[in-house]
């Protein structure tokens, strides 16, 4: 190789290692710029995220008390009612109050109404609108606790009973065949249907 084809092909080298070496730096601008964009998409995914996380705690925080307002409404109802009038079943009771709530080791239970007189007590668990799982609850484990939560109470009879709103006719049949008694709202009065 001669002296000059030698220089020629430095002098190519040179111009390919320039072309190489400007190329190596619009990719690493442009790999800096997308990783830019991407950060930036990231971050307002992220705080869009955010934001629809904090409508769904806004949203679940209403929702909660729609349901809280709609049982109070509905334990207020049964309560008044029952108050005026404290017989169910043809059995009258001398006493009224709601709330009762008590705790005994592990178990702790609470009981929306509650009617007694000397020899029976009427355990009114109330639901705006009552499901299959509130009478399986009611029959095995309220009453099952109350027994262990107030046993001053364990010579009693007891009679439970399902209060709501709004109720499926297969839900109050099997209630009934089960010896709950059924209190269910009708207009401005209730209706009281009794096992048996």
């Known amino acids: 190789m001669t002296d000059q084809e030698l220089k020629d092909l430095v002098a190519r080298l040179a111009i ?3 072309e190489l070496d400007a190329y190596i730096k619009r990719t690493s601008e442009e790999q800096r710029r997308m990783s830019a964009e991407t950060d930036a ?6 705080a869009q995220m955010k934001r629809t996380d904090e409508k769904l705690e806004r949203i679940g925080v209403l929702t909660g008390g729609i349901a809280n307002s709609q049982g109070e409404v509905a334990e207020e109802f049964f309560f008044n009612s029952l108050a005026h009038d ?10 009224i109050d709601k709330h009762w709530k008590n705790r005994v080791g592990a178990t702790e239970d609470e009981y929306d109404i509650i009617l007694v007189n000397g020899q029976d007590i ?18 095995t484990k309220k009453i099952s606790n109350f027994k262990t939560l107030f046993p001053m109470y364990q010579n009693y009879a007891i009679h439970p009973v399902l209060a709501s709103f709004s109720i499926y006719e297969d839900l109050k049949r099997s209630a009934l065949e089960q010896g709950v008694i059924v209190l269910q709202r009708k207009g401005d009065v209730m209706e009281s249907f009794i096992p048996g």
Do not use: Q, R, W
Request: no cysteine; aromatic share 8%; glycine share 2%.
């Open 86 to 95: 404290p017989t169910l079943a043809g059995i009258h009771y001398d006493y």
């Open 16 to 18: 390919k290692s320039e």
């Open 122 to 139: 009427a355990l009114i668990e109330v639901k705006y609108k009552a499901h299959d799982t509130d009478l399986t609850k009611l029959l």
């Open 41 to 46: 998409k990231i971050a307002e995914t992220a």
